[in-house]
Structure formats: C-alpha cells, structure tokens
C-alpha cells in the first residue's frame, strides 16, 4: 500500500489517510439527502437517485484514488443539480430523462475538452472575473433555493398582474405567472415547518462556526429529529417496507441507462427547433463543471503542496493527460459519464475535501476510504424516506453562502469588470436560471469591451455564444 499510494513520497500514513477519508466523508455525506431531495422533483424515484449517488460518487473518487493519486473525492455537485432541475426540467420543459441524456453529453465533450486543447482555448477565452462570478452566482442560485425551501418566503401579487393556466375547476391547479409586481417578503413564524428549518439553519451555522467535523450531516440528523418531534414529519405514515435497500435497487433500474434510451438521447435531438436551446444547456453544464473543478483544485491543492505552479499552469495551458491536474479533471469527467448513466446530475469535485486534507490527507487512500464509506452507506437508503426538505433547506443556504467566497476575487471598483460580474452572478438568482445568468454576463461583456473601444479583447468564442445567446431569446420571443 505505501508502495502504491506513495505514501513515504508524500509524508503521510496509512492511519493519518484512513482518518483523512473519514473526515471528508463526514464533512459531504450530506450530498446522500440533498441530491435525491433535488432531482426527485423532476419525477426520479429517490431511492433510485440515492444509489446512483453512490454509484457516480464512488466512480469518480476510486479514478482519483488509483488513477490521479490524490486525496480528492467527487459527488454530484451543488449547483449542477440546482442547474438539472430547475433550469432545465422546470423552466426549459425537458424530461429528466432528456437531462439525464445532457448530462452524459456533457461528460463526454468535457472528456474530449480536457484530452485535447480545447481546453486551453475555452479558459482563455472566458476572463477571470467571469469564471468566478459564474461560482458565486451558483452559490446564490443554490441560497435562494434554500431560503425557499425552508419556507420563510411569501409572494404578494398585485391584482390584474398576473395570468393563470386553466380555465374553470383546472384552476385550483394551475401554474400562476406573474410579472414583475410580485413583491417578496418574510413569512409569519407561526408555522412548525417554518420554526424547524430556522432550528437547522441555527444549528447549521453553529456548527460549521464551531468546525464541528461532520457537522453538515449532524445539523440534518438534529433537525430531523426535532421536525418529528414537532409532527412534521410523521413516523406512523412512512411505509418502511416500501423504503429498503430491495425498493432502491428497483427504482435504480427506473433510471439506470434512462440517459442513453428512446426517452434520454432519443429524444434529446429529435426536434430540430429545440437543437440551439439543448446546445446551450449543455455548454452551461460543461462551463460550470470545468471551471468548478479547476477552482476547487487550485484553492484547496496550493495550500497543502498537492500542486504546484506548475500544475496549475499545465491545467490551463497544456493538453493531454501530462500532470496529476490533468489526471483529476479527467477523473471528474469519467464520473459525470458514468453518473449520468447510472441516473444522476454532473459529478464533481469537492471542495470538502479540503476537510481531509487539513486532516493530513495526501494521497489517493484518503480517497479510497471515502469510496468505501459510500458504498457501505448505500445500505441507509430508508433514512430517505425520515428526512425532510425543511432539513436539507439549511444546507443549501450554508454551501450557497461558501460559493460565494469565489466573488473576494472580483475587482469590484472596476466598474468594467464589476457589471459583467453582477449580471452573471446577480440574474443567477433573480432569474432562477444558471443559463440565463451566464448569458447576461457573456452579453454585458462584450458590451462593455465594445464601449470602451477594446472590441478585439474580446475572444471570438465570447462573440460566437453571444450570437446564439441573442438567437435563443429572439426565437423564445418569436414562439
């Protein structure tokens, strides 16, 4: 083993890398609740997205452990789901299966991207301040879906401000739009639902100040015990012999390989008229998942000596598969491929992983000990069915608020930089959409370069989406 992982090379131990991987397992198991509570809304069955968790968590992160050799682990990534089901099933009308299908494109054109030197010509194409503002703005995508959740949100409407779908009896179940009227405000705390999630968010915060190891999975352990001592939850509904280890592999099945059949892939490209709108899609799966995981290694490999200056410089600049870098995203890619496949959003690297490497954690056996972990949780399936969304909603508005790091980056009193930034970040939000706030930030940057007479700093493939950004609203408009 010490031959293998290196693990004198690296002056490290078999039990400091064992307690590294336990610690990093703690510190992102929650993504086990949070990821089925996500894509079931699209109509996947949760059990069956529980285990396909496991199955593209556990692919991703044994690649990084034999193939890359260091101490990272992957999941589906926060955001990337947020982007899978409420961009684009909810508010672009794809099934999951479809979505699915996207995934798995997504996964094979960034396995490409990082073989050859596209990659090189994507990152430099896109300025810095973008790329972060497209990680701040997940995080403020994946708050304001927390804030949602945990029910401390209410919608005045004006009256004659909005229209409703339906006629007659439909209309007690119809979709209500409204314009831009419709005022947010705070909900009365009288609510048991309302008064557990902001317990969660206390404890929450509590713990992730105290840097309680594990505390993510214990704020939702805690809050789901007080949501079923406040009758929130109801023990005595839950039909457990429906809620097994037997239930989720069937409900697998449901989803196993949905990506590839008549209903994913199939139907994917079968309307010529939806061909631009699934094109962006994917580019905005495949922006978002190279530039998370490049930032996620940088920030939390340089500290600890995991890369160098050298490898993050080979990462944007070569091709190929030449340093433990390149061997990482290559790894994430394999995972979001075969996630996609087994029936979840993109995989990714963890930036709690760094929680292992504080721990001592430095090479691939931190890693093999987090895949191992999550095999072994596949057999907790049934807790799916206890905890509620008013449990998961705290950790949505933590992670959301740890994305938000990535905006220190920005130069914000440089106004030409800062306006790209707020749009990309700010319409992330306000539209609901991770696609429509990385085409306001793509448009408002070529505007802003063209104003200031410095046009042809601007990277062709910035202008080439800009026109196909400005294609799929007039065609939106014109439907």
Not at 10 to 39: D, K
Not at 348 to 365: F, H, K, M, N, Q
Request: glycine fraction near 10%.
């Amino acid at each position: 083993m010490d031959k293998f992982f290196k693990l004198k090379e690296n002056g490290t131990t078999v039990r400091t890398e064992i307690l590294a991987g336990l610690t990093t397992f703690f510190a992102m198991s929650y993504i086990l609740f949070v990821n089925p509570e996500m894509l079931s809304q699209t109509g996947m069955p949760a059990q069956g997205v529980f285990l396909a968790t496991i199955i593209g968590t556990v692919a991703g992160t044994l690649m990084m452990a034999f193939y890359a050799n260091i101490p990272y682990a992957q999941a589906p990534g926060m955001g990337l789901n947020a982007f899978f089901t409420y961009t684009v099933v909810f508010a672009l009308g794809y099934t999951w299966q479809e979505a699915l299908a996207m995934v798995f494109l997504c996964g094979i054109i960034s396995i490409i991207v990082t073989l050859t030197k596209i990659r090189k010509v994507i990152i430099h194409a896109i300025p810095e301040s973008l790329q972060y503002a497209i990680s701040g703005g997940i995080g403020i995508f994946l708050a304001y879906i927390g804030i949602k959740k945990a029910g401390l949100l209410k919608f005045s409407i004006d009256p004659g401000t909005y229209t409703v779908a339906g006629k007659g009896a439909d209309q007690a179940k119809a979709a209500i739009t409204a314009n831009g009227m419709a005022t947010p405000g705070l909900v009365d705390f009288n609510n048991p639902a309302v008064l557990v999630a902001l317990f969660g968010i206390v404890i929450t915060i509590i713990l992730v100040l105290k840097r309680v190891k594990g505390g993510i999975i214990l704020s939702i352990a805690a809050t789901t015990v007080v949501a079923i001592l406040a009758g929130v939850v109801n023990l005595s509904e839950i039909n457990f012999a429906s809620n097994n280890i037997g239930a989720a592999v069937k409900d697998l099945g449901t989803i196993f390989g949905a990506a590839l059949g008549s209903k994913g892939l199939g139907a994917l490209f079968a309307n010529p008229a939806r061909i631009p709108e699934v094109l962006l899609a994917i580019l905005a799966f495949s922006l978002t998942d190279i530039f998370d995981n490049i930032g996620t290694l940088i920030s939390t490999g340089r500290k600890a000596g995991i890369f160098n200056i050298a490898d993050e410089e080979a990462a944007k600049d070569s091709s190929g598969l030449q340093t433990k870098m390149d061997k990482a995203l290559f790894s994430d890619m394999v995972g979001t491929t075969v996630g996609a496949i087994a029936g979840t959003s993109n995989v990714t690297t963890y930036v709690e992983s760094a929680a292992g490497i504080e721990a001592g954690g430095r090479t691939g056996l931190t890693a093999l000990v987090v895949a191992i972990l999550f095999a072994i949780a596949s057999f907790f399936s049934p807790l799916l069915a206890i905890v509620p969304t008013v449990a998961v909603a705290p950790i949505l508005i933590i992670v959301g608020i740890m994305m938000l790091a990535s905006m220190k980056n920005i130069r914000w009193d440089d106004m030409a930089e800062a306006i790209p930034a707020f749009f990309t970040s700010i319409f992330m939000g306000f539209t609901y959409s991770i696609t429509h706030g990385i085409t306001a930030g793509f448009i408002m940057y070529a505007l802003v370069k063209v104003i200031k007479g410095q046009a042809k700093e601007v990277h062709p493939i910035i202008w080439v989406l800009d026109i196909l950004f400005i294609l799929n609203f007039v065609s939106l408009a014109l439907a």
